[in-house]
């Protein structure tokens, strides 16, 4: 019977499924945001769900020049380790599969998804692919100097309870959150929350930090030969990665926050990632152009970086 | 079973005969190697002899907690004062002794096939012995000045195999470079060894640790600094990093293999000895940030050199030195969790970087080229070698579920609980520089891939064979130990690494086994411990139940996937121009990225560094040993002015 219940969990709720639609969904609210701050109508709601299923429904076709076991397999490992990395993370207290990986476990999870798009792009032998994955390692080296620094400072401040000092653990992250408020309310934090802000278009790949798949000048980069299923597999788990790194930002600096009723915690957590969605990349999108590779770079190693690190400094001095 | 009929007056004899067995095998090589039929067996029965015997010993030593004792001609100590050379094995040795008979038996079964393209195996495989033995030698041997005999051994050995294609570009001029600094070692070691003889009228390592520590005069001080540095220099710590890169983009692969896998242990191995038992320094505040100084150095400067490289195994060679940063980092915490992820690292880097030593060499074997911007597509015509190099490079970069990323995750929090526990922020800026060189790392990775295994097929290699069984299958078992060690972390902590992190911790139990019970309680002065042998997580990684989820999450993929049906099946484009690539209507002709133009983003924020970087290697020997000069200058001021 408990096999049966984890097995739903992992395919049904908050797996496969679940993760499938509320990304599709997420991307959804995105297009449509960008598109009413741009005063257009913009389209449906379930736009990326329609054309993920048109996707689907077209032929795949294999380029001369491409690896073909890799170029094949890549998008299906990237969407299902993206589907296991959501179950590791916890949903307002709901997690089924606690002790598995920690908050550092998962941002290397994380990469395997970005590994995926990359090596599936090279293994395609295009140029244009080329360039697009020399650009997507560059955007990765961008966000994990200031993710990790991040993650250190909400650990310290989390950990100080135990007696190691320091925690990687979400679930004590979310005890010590339950127990002393949102992490967002500590002063030390703020600049931390804006930095994983910034990291999360970054990571997600979205504009206008999408220079890897930048579609105007080198054709979407390391997609630039996909079609049919894998490509549709791609986009889902671009959308599913809104999901994660959202709901990755609540569990980090939002958690603890509890009505008693465990299905309303779970809506009032994914209103929130709706919410940060809206914050970190519509709005983003609506208002920048895409910048250059080298410019990408330097924001996140300077910029953002300070942010995380005044916020790491702050919490070792105890503030 | 084993147990019952092997008992510990047999197994006592198991480490010298795994030494002997090796220049045995060696001597017979050059008498009769050469037949290629007499060669194989001799070759293969030395190495497997030597590898079983250490396995063998694993029961006893490792999960009883044995250690075994052997003198040479049986000169036992006399009151006190050892007298003989004595071969000692405790779980820290055989730790070291296990991950070099793997490294060796392994290359040296891929060697047979390999070296067959040159002139005079015979010779190689006399040489690839010696430098084996002298290995084991060294990991195994209770004795200061047999190690440094056991040293030399090993560098002349490396030194004769660096210039073994002595046909190549390069080949003898790295051999010199190797030569010349590595004697800067050598001398280092052999004077660091006669100060500790004069002060303690021993060679006894387990002697010398009981008394070496009560009184650390200024002599003992130079001694401490002169054996660090000799052994730093083994291990390639920077700034002696430069030589490495030559000599593994000379030497054959299977010697890289064992210079990269087992000769830089060596360094690891006597620096352990030197600061957590000979001197017992490591407790010292100043010498562990000095080791992790170093460390974080040599991580760093070598991952950004690497991602400058342009030849496959002058890349990996910086890698090496960029892994060993990573190992004398954790050790330089002197906390158990940071020896057991060092040690972890250790084993997980013999593994990896053996396996894409041996990639390096498939490719060089079956192209005969390793540099990067004439290679391209070669996962078509090498599926399996593509293969194999997916799995070294996911696990040095730290990709779960292999094992580079168990032992990164082992020293991030080592290094961050260090962090916290001396209340001082420069330890979190370690663990930064750690995880920033573990991205650094997958980039380097990235463009290895992208230029030799996917990408374009030049023409010129359209006829590239995938590489000989012979060589394909060490190279599987390689990557099988790979996902091994990655997949069951627990086990390798119980068998392997906790016994040999208790033994870092505990030398007295060393010194009791060697010299007699209770010797130093009599003779040491300090007896207070240089760190709690119990650790704790500050996280958790489960590799087990992440397979299972992935493989559940993969399956129901699939289900919906022939469910949803994605009816159109696949189709493979004919060979047609229109497919081409084209650039304003022109059509481009091999337009593969070249390799030094990938990641253009990160080296135009760093092109003043790197351009430094790559002007300071200047390749010239002067200016290298004018670096470990300078260096050792810089250790020994700061451990007079620290120590």
């Known amino acids: 019977m408990s096999i049966l219940k984890n097995v739903v969990y992992v395919l049904i709720f908050p797996g496969l499924l679940f993760t499938a639609v509320f990304g599709l969904w997420l991307a959804g609210v995105d ?12 389209p449906p709601l379930m736009q990326p769900a329609y054309d993920f299923f048109k996707l689907l429904g077209k032929e795949t076709i294999l380029p001369d020049n491409a690896a073909r076991l890799t170029f094949t397999a890549a998008p299906y490992v990237g969407l299902v380790s993206l589907v296991v990395t959501v179950l590791l993370i916890p949903l307002a207290g709901f997690q089924v599969f606690g002790g598995v990986a920690d908050v550092v476990v998962i941002l290397y999870l994380l ?31 961008a966000y994990e100097l200031p993710l990790i620094i991040i993650l250190l400072a909400v650990g310290r401040l989390a950990g100080r309870g135990y007696d190691m000092g320091v925690t990687f653990s ?28 910034f990291v999360i278009p970054c990571e997600v790949g979205a504009h206008p930090f999408d220079v890897g798949e930048a579609e105007t000048e080198i054709c979407e980069g390391p997609l630039v030969e996909y079609s049919g299923a894998p490509l549709a597999v791609f ?65 996140y190693w300077t910029v953002v970086t300070g942010l995380a690190l005044i916020s790491l400094i702050l919490v070792w001095i105890g503030v | 079973m084993t147990a019952s009929y092997l008992s510990m007056d047999i197994m006592q004899h198991f480490p010298v005969i795994s030494i002997m067995i090796l220049f045995l095998g060696a001597f017979l090589v050059a008498v009769f190697g050469r037949s290629k039929a007499m060669r194989v067996i001799i070759v293969s029965a030395s190495v497997l002899t030597s590898f079983v015997l250490m396995a063998l010993l694993i029961k006893p030593i490792m999960i009883d907690g044995q250690i075994i004792t052997y003198w040479m001609g049986n000169w036992a100590p006399v009151d006190g004062y050892a007298i003989g050379i004595g071969i000692e094995v405790d779980a820290l040795s055989l730790f070291f002794g296990l991950l070099v ?9 891929y060697s047979f096939k390999y070296i067959t393209q040159d002139d005079s195996p015979d010779k190689f495989f006399t040489l690839y012995l010696m430098l084996a033995g002298g290995v084991m030698g060294i990991v195994l041997s209770g004795d200061l000045f047999n190690i440094f005999v056991m040293l030399e051994v ?21 051999a010199f470079k190797y030569l010349v600094v590595g004697s800067i070692g050598s001398t280092c070691v052999l004077l660091g060894t006669a100060l500790v003889y004069a002060q303690c009228h021993t060679l006894n390592l387990a002697q010398i640790s009981a008394i070496a520590s009560n009184d650390m005069n200024p002599t003992m001080i130079m001694a401490f600094a002169l054996l660090f540095t000799g052994f730093g220099v083994k291990a390639f710590m920077t700034p002696f990093h430069p030589i490495a890169a ?16 087992v000769f830089t242990k060596t360094g690891v191995y006597g620096i352990i000895r030197v600061s957590y038992f000979l001197f017992r320094s490591m407790g010292m505040s100043a010498m562990q940030t000095g080791l992790v100084f170093i460390g974080c150095v040599s991580m760093f400067v070598c991952v950004t050199m690497a991602l400058n490289q342009h030849d496959f195994k002058r890349l990996l060679a910086f890698h090496s030195i960029s892994q060993i940063g990573y190992i004398l980092t954790a050790l330089g915490l002197c906390s158990a969790l940071g020896v057991v992820g060092g040690l972890y690292h250790a084993i997980n880097h013999t593994l990896f970087k053996g396996l894409l030593f041996l990639v390096a060499g498939s490719v060089l074997y079956g192209t005969g080229t390793t540099y990067l911007d004439k290679l391209g597509g070669l996962a078509k015509k090498m599926p399996q070698t593509a293969a194999l190099f997916m799995i070294g490079a996911l696990s040095i970069s730290g990709i779960p579920p292999f094992n580079g990323f168990v032992s990164k995750w082992m020293i991030y929090q080592a290094t961050f609980e260090k962090a916290a526990e001396t209340g001082s922020i420069g330890y979190a800026f370690v663990t930064i520089i750690c995880v920033v060189t573990s991205v650094l790392t997958l980039a380097s990775f990235v463009k290895v891939g992208q230029s030799v295994f996917f990408g374009e097929l030049p023409l010129e290699l359209e006829n ?54 209770g010797y130093t309680a009599a003779h040491l002065l300090n007896q207070t411990q240089l760190a709690s042998s119990s650790y704790t997580f500050a996280g958790y990684w489960d590799p087990l139940k992440w397979l299972v989820l992935f493989v559940i999450v993969l399956l129901g993929v699939f289900i919906a996937m022939l469910l949803g049906g994605s009816s159109k099946g696949t189709r493979a484009l004919a060979r047609d121009d229109k497919h081409d690539t084209f650039f304003g209507g022109e059509k481009n002709v091999y337009s593969q990225v070249a390799s030094g133009d990938l990641f253009w983003g990160f080296k135009h924020n760093f092109r003043h560094y790197l351009s430094f970087m790559s002007n300071a290697h200047s390749g010239v020997t002067n200016d290298y040993v004018t670096w470990g000069v300078v260096d050792l200058a810089v250790i020994l001021v700061y451990c007079f002015i620290f120590m």
């Open chain 1, 31 to 42: 297009r449509k945001m960008v598109a009413r701050m741009q005063k257009r109508i913009g």
């Open chain 1, 111 to 141: 990469t395997i998804p970005s590994l995926a798009l990359i090596f599936g792009g090279s293994a395609s032998g295009s140029p244009y692919a080329g360039v697009g994955i020399s650009r997507q390692m560059v955007t990765i080296m």
């Open chain 1, 170 to 197: 979400l679930g004590q992250m979310a005890e010590f959150q339950a127990a002393n408020g949102p992490n967002i309310f500590h002063w030390s934090m703020i600049p931390a929350a804006l930095a994983m802000l």
């Open chain 1, 235 to 299: 986009k889902l788990s671009h959308a599913i990665k809104m999901f994660v790194m959202t709901a990755l930002f609540t569990a980090l600096f939002l958690g603890g926050i509890t009505t008693g009723m465990l299905w309303l915690d779970i809506i009032i957590v994914l209103v929130i990632c709706t919410l940060v969605t809206i914050i970190s990349m519509s709005l983003a999108h609506a208002i920048t152009a895409r910048l250059k590779v080298e410019q990408v770079f330097k924001f």
């Open chain 2, 101 to 109: 008979a793997i490294a060796v038996m392994l290359s040296g079964f």
């Open chain 2, 154 to 174: 090993m560098t002349f050995a490396a030194v004769a195999l660096t210039s073994f294609r002595s046909w190549k570009d390069g080949a003898r001029e790295a």
């Open chain 2, 246 to 261: 030559d000599a593994h983009a000379a030497a054959p692969s299977s010697v890289s293999v064992l210079i990269s896998g």
């Open chain 2, 464 to 517: 590239t064979k995938e590489s000989p069984l012979s060589m394909r299958i060490p190279m599987w078992i390689m990557a099988g130990l790979c996902v091994l060690t990655g997949v069951f972390p627990n086990l390798m902590q119980k068998y392997l690494l906790n016994p040999a992190m208790e033994s870092v911790l505990h030398p007295n139990i060393y010194i009791d086994a060697m010299l007699g019970e």
